[in-house]
């Protein structure tokens, strides 16, 4: 008769995804974690007031990403104000009604096309090749799927026109973000994405 060895459980780590059996590995705001991985994933829970995904992601919350809509605003304010010189001859126009009270009513149609297509393109190309706008990116933010993958242009221009509905809504698909434990806004759920810090993307 051959001893019989106990069967231990074996656990995944969900931040380095290696086998452990289940005595070297703890559990921590619900994930498994080895003891190699603990304290990177302690410090990275502490500083994320618990918003921390089983991949590590940190998810980025309602007032940064406000701050990255504000530079982006901001870019695409100083854009269209060289626009409308371009157009009316005064930096600036589209914020003087006397101006562009005063224009031609083709080349104001012309500057709300315009200017709605530089942000669109903005926000879109922006997502789809370097998954941020710049706003995101000087605030170390990245767009991803919840799968992790980067967006398709599909997704993209979904989450665009999604993003109008979120501030259509007296900002409520925005203001969503803060309340979530991914930080969701409506434009995410919908979408499944994620805005998380680029440097907690492994
Ligand atoms: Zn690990």
Request: glycine content about 12%; overall charge positive.
């Amino acid at each position: 008769m051959s001893e019989q060895t106990p069967v231990q459980t074996v656990l995944a780590c969900s931040q380095c995804r290696r086998p452990f059996p289940q005595s070297d590995v703890v559990q921590i705001a619900g994930n498994w974690v080895c003891a190699g991985c603990k304290p990177g994933y302690l410090s990275r829970v502490m500083a994320s007031g618990g918003a921390t995904s089983a991949q590590g992601w940190h998810y980025g919350g309602f007032w940064i990403r406000f701050g990255a809509r504000m530079i982006d605003g901001f870019l695409l304010g100083i854009v269209q104000a060289s626009l409308a010189l371009a157009l009316f001859g005064t930096f600036g126009a589209q914020f003087m009604p006397n101006v562009i009270r005063s224009e031609p009513q083709g080349l104001r149609v012309s500057f709300q096309i315009l200017s709605y297509g530089i942000g669109f393109l903005y926000e879109v190309l922006f997502l789809h090749y370097r998954g941020a706008t710049l706003g995101k990116m000087a605030v170390g933010l990245q767009v991803v799927r919840s799968n992790g993958e980067s967006l398709g242009w599909g997704v993209c221009v979904a989450r665009y026109f999604m993003s109008f509905v979120s501030a259509l809504i007296l900002l409520i698909g925005y203001i969503m973000a803060g309340f979530d434990s991914e930080k969701r806004a409506l434009h995410d759920r919908v979408c499944d994405t994620r805005v998380v810090y680029k440097q907690s993307l492994a």
